[in-house]
């Protein structure tokens, strides 16, 4: 049974940057691709980046790139997603994901709620203005 444990939400003031973990378990994890997603109140989940467990490769939404980035650390079975200069409309809660196979698709495709097919519970992170 895979699970993925989001850590390292919280409240923050605009302009700070914050780190949040996904610690994955209950498979080996060097096939799949791994993503972070968020929802913001009203609002549909949206894709915010994409890693590639074995190869790193790296994927991002339009809106954080050059602010976040994702990485793994194969030996602790951990995704991060830094986030810098967060902004107001960075709130939201988000998610991590997991794709089965995901090693074998193209990162800049996996970029759709429909595409993982195991998610956490999410942590909330709140910017202020």
């Known amino acids: 049974q895979v699970q993925l444990v989001e850590s390292g939400g919280g409240l923050v003031q605009a302009g700070v940057s914050l780190r949040l973990s996904c610690a994955a378990s209950g498979r080996t994890f060097t096939s799949y691709a791994m993503g972070w997603f968020r929802q913001a109140p009203g609002k549909e989940r949206e894709f915010v980046a994409g890693?590639?467990?074995?190869?790193?490769?790296?994927n991002y939404a339009v809106s954080v790139k050059g602010r976040f980035t994702i990485s793994r650390d194969n030996a602790k079975n951990t995704v991060y997603l830094q986030m810098n200069s967060l902004k107001p409309e960075d709130t939201a809660v988000y998610y991590c994901?997991?794709?089965?196979?995901?090693?074998?698709?193209?990162?800049?495709?996996?970029?759709?709620?429909?595409?993982?097919?195991?998610w956490g519970q999410g942590t909330q992170v709140t910017v202020s203005s």
């Open positions: 994901a997991a794709r089965r196979g995901g090693a074998f698709r193209a990162i800049d495709v996996l970029t759709t709620s429909t595409e993982y097919d195991y």
């Open positions: 890693i590639k467990w074995s190869s790193g490769s790296t």
